[in-house]
């Protein structure tokens, strides 16, 4: 008998023989007893009548049929959520990194610093008050002393010294390595100031200039920051934020005409703005791109075209899922600027659903992710709100400024100096917008960034403002004539008094002795044609004598100033047939021609045509683009423009002119027919720029060889009308009427005008006030003789 207590177990089955309603239930003892194999006897031992024991198993079914199903669709599910959650670190506030060299800023050799008392500012960009993080900088020195006595280097950010060495070798060298804080900074720079002192004989208080006491800082001393995009909250800041050489994102290799046009002017904005555009084309497929950067989450790897991508190395992509994985990846490190056309938008979107395509198998949650993430990194394929919109876009997680084609003339002028502190919201559709200029014919230099102000000299001190040919051009042809600078100085403890000089691109054009009482005085220079470039540094430099009394008095600075009413007059350049009379001519409604096979691999030749086009002084807002069609020759020829040109490997016919000739790899040279100046063959990576005069006046620039220069360094044209160009950048330069340089410049002064000697009337007006009073009081001394003697007789 079997015991009350004991369990047993069921096992109902349908039977093979019999009918089919008949069933055999076996039981099976927990205690090891043997099963009753009897169907007829486990019946009647259960006593279970079979009415109420069908019900049972009908409802036991569906029980069996869900945990079977949910045994096999917990790994989906799981798969699901990890995706979504990898989905979801991509939306993370990745920090960016940059880096900023002093080579970086324009500073191609290392910043010298002598004498008794030398001082340099240097302005470091940063985001436009954003705050930073891991700011650190690394400074990099040598110097000498072989004039001996005490020296002393020290180094201070944004006013306030945080470091000084004071070096006790004849020479060495130190580096300076420590945090910057990283409080927003609302001007968008961070303001390096080094300082070099340097005293000898201190004790007889006699002449303590040490010239053989210099430091010179190294062009690799480097700013290193990153920054939050998710701080990046307008245009302003956006446009601050660019690196040095940020990337433009086209749609392609192959562009149309309007995008190409875009992407030129965005290049020359850069520029203007002292920065060197890259163009990248937007990753297609059958490219290959770099993974070495490229991190996959591993939540990701269930994903084709996500997989695919994580296996680092060079990798060529096989279809759209794997361009939109890439740009989800990394296409915020492909660029900082987009030409923001309907083919780039399309390319982008076509991408990102191949890849929506796959993610959506995974589960529901993942494509909720997913579509989370597009819309904030592929916000590029709603495309500008408007046709001439600029606003911020995302792509990879990171911020983009997208332009649309008909905005891009426009970006030089919205992100100047002048007109960049409206740029306040996310997105403008710009109308208009120009840097404003005179009617009058002159412009304030605090238009073209030199704001007024005020700082304290002790030995010397400059003030510099920066502008282009093309800014001051509102009629076409109209060149700067004449500086006209006011300032004023405290007095001083020296009965001498400080001497104020005014450079242009570093040539001298005046200079005066001040009063020093602290009333407005002017200074008038001219301004010949051979000091102008496209971009151009106007610098006031102050001087003073620092003086102690017998030791009496340790020197202070005292303070100077440049007052708003600085300005430049403009009047109209004369037609030379050089490049100082051609390039100001171009500065306002003028043409580009281009070939038009340059269209079909446009990031190989936008650079070298934002370089020409710069150095020309191209408008990016007043500027046409001319597309020329190859001949059967394979050279691309247009007719003589109407305007003002620069022509780009595109030939022009000039009458009567052979001065330069170019056939494949050789190039010839003449001054004058027969007398030839140059003529070799086998040449390549170089290129030629001829200025062309005549009623029409422009720029032809042809490339020499089966490969052009890479252009990276600006071209400086000045007084000549052919220039040779390479990798280094211009490398020649030579007055074909003239090779020798015999003839002066035309517009070389006289040493006297009646404006310089009005300008120096302190210097003889108290002497010819002077004797004239002398004269008066003996004309009435004269007068008076002749009356007593009259009177007596």
């Known amino acids: 008998m079997r015991r009350a207590s004991e369990p047993s177990l069921l096992v109902v089955s349908r039977c093979p023989q019999g009918s089919p309603d008949a069933t055999s239930v076996q039981s099976t003892q927990s205690m090891g007893h043997a099963p009753v194999t009897s ?32 045994a096999g669709a917990l790994p989906a599910w799981a798969a699901d959520a990890d995706v979504a959650a990898a989905l979801k670190s991509l939306q993370s506030d990745r920090p960016v990194s940059r880096t900023v060299t002093l080579r970086d800023l324009g500073f191609t050799g290392p910043v010298s610093l002598t004498s008794v008392d030398a001082r340099r500012d240097i302005y470091l960009p940063v985001p436009a008050d954003m705050a930073l993080d891991q700011a650190d900088l690394s400074l990099n020195a040598h110097y000498l002393r072989a004039d001996g006595g005490s020296t002393t280097f020290v180094l201070s950010l944004d006013g306030y010294p945080v470091a000084a060495r004071a070096p006790d070798q004849e020479s060495g060298t130190f580096g300076i390595d420590l945090g910057v804080d990283g409080a927003p900074r609302k001007s968008g720079f961070v303001r390096l100031g080094v300082s070099w002192s340097s005293a000898i004989n201190a004790e007889m208080c006699g002449d303590n200039r040490a010239i053989g006491n210099v430091v010179e800082i190294d062009p690799s001393t480097r700013f290193t920051y990153r920054y939050h995009p998710a701080g990046v909250r307008d245009l302003l800041t956006a446009w601050t934020a660019l690196p040095s050489a940020p990337g433009v994102l086209v749609a392609g290799r192959s562009l149309g005409a309007d995008a190409y ?14 920065k060197h555009a890259r163009f990248v084309a937007l990753p297609a497929v059958g490219d290959e791109v770099d993974l070495g950067g490229v991190e996959v989450p591993a939540g990701l790897s269930t994903i084709p075209a996500f997989a695919a991508l994580s296996a680092g190395g060079t990798y060529r992509l096989a279809d759209p899922a794997e361009v939109g994985a890439y740009l989800a990846l990394a296409g915020g490190n492909l660029a900082d600027l987009a030409v923001a056309d309907a083919s780039l938008t399309a390319n982008v979107r076509t991408a990102f659903d191949a890849l929506a395509a796959e993610v959506e198998a995974s589960g529901p949650e993942a494509k909720a992710a997913f579509d989370a993430l597009r819309s904030a990194a592929d916000s590029l394929t709603a495309g500008p709100t408007s046709p001439d919109g600029i606003g911020i876009a995302s792509l ?31 997105s403008l559709v710009v109308k208009a917008v120009k840097v404003p200029a005179s009617a009058s014919g002159s412009i304030s230099l605090a238009s073209l960034g030199g704001g007024a102000r005020s700082f304290d000299v002790l030995a010397s001190g400059d003030w510099s403002a920066s502008f282009d040919l093309s800014a001051l051009s509102a009629n076409g042809g109209s060149i700067p004539a004449t500086a006209v600078i006011d300032v004023a100085a405290a007095p001083g403890a020296s009965a001498s008094l400080p001497v104020v000089s005014i450079f242009l691109n570093d040539y001298l054009l005046a200079a005066k002795r001040l009063y020093a009482d602290g009333q407005p005085e002017r200074l008038t220079a001219d301004i010949p044609e051979y000091a102008l470039q496209p971009s151009n540094v106007l610098r006031v ?34 037609p030379s047939a050089d490049f100082l009379g051609v390039v100001p001519r171009l500065a306002d409604k003028a043409r580009l021609l281009i070939p038009t096979a340059f269209l079909a691999d446009a990031p190989a030749s936008l650079g070298t045509v934002v370089r020409l086009a710069d150095a020309a002084g191209l408008s990016p807002e007043a500027a046409t683009l001319a ?20 022509a780009v490997d595109v030939d022009v016919p000039v009458p009567d002119d052979r001065r330069v000739t170019v056939s494949g790899n050789q190039l010839a040279l003449a001054s004058a027919p027969g007398t030839p100046l140059l003529d070799i063959a086998n040449l390549d990576r170089l290129g030629v720029i001829q200025a062309v005069s005549g009623r029409v006046p422009g720029l032809i620039y042809r490339q020499v060889g089966a490969q052009g220069p890479v252009l990276d360094a600006p071209i400086l044209l000045s007084k000549g009308d052919i220039a040779i160009v390479s990798d280094a950048g211009k490398v020649v330069e030579i007055d074909s009427r003239d090779p020798g340089g015999s003839v002066p410049p035309e517009n070389v002064g006289t040493g ?6 009005w300008d120096n009337r302190g210097e003889w007006g108290v002497p010819l006030t002077a004797v004239v009073v002398v004269l008066i009081l003996l004309l009435f001394a004269r007068a008076a003789f002749v009356r007593n003697r009259r009177d007596r007789g």
Request: net charge positive.
């Open 261 to 274: 046009d875009a992407a030129w002017r965005i290049g020359i904005a850069l520029e203007r703005a002292g």
């Open 396 to 426: 990879g997680g990171l911020p983009v400024i997208a332009v649309a084609p008909a905005a891009a003339g426009k970006a030089s002028a919205l992100f100047s100096s002048f007109w960049r502190q409206i740029a306040t919201s996310r």
């Open 39 to 70: 169907s007829r006897q486990a019946i009647a031992r259960t006593s279970v009548p079979q009415s109420r024991f069908r019900p049972r198993l009908t409802r036991l079914v569906p029980a069996f049929l869900a945990l079977a199903f949910a």
């Open 627 to 646: 597309l020329a069609e190859a001949q059967s020759n394979g050279a691309a020829t247009s007719a003589m423009p109407d305007v003002p040109f620069l």
């Open 541 to 574: 430099s102050f001087q003073r004598q620092p003086v102690s009394d017998r030791c009496r008095d340790t020197p202070q600075a005292y303070p100077v100033a440049v007052l708003p009413s600085s300005h430049i007059t403009l009047s109209t350049s004369k």
């Open 752 to 757: 006297w005008s009646w404006s310089r000697i």
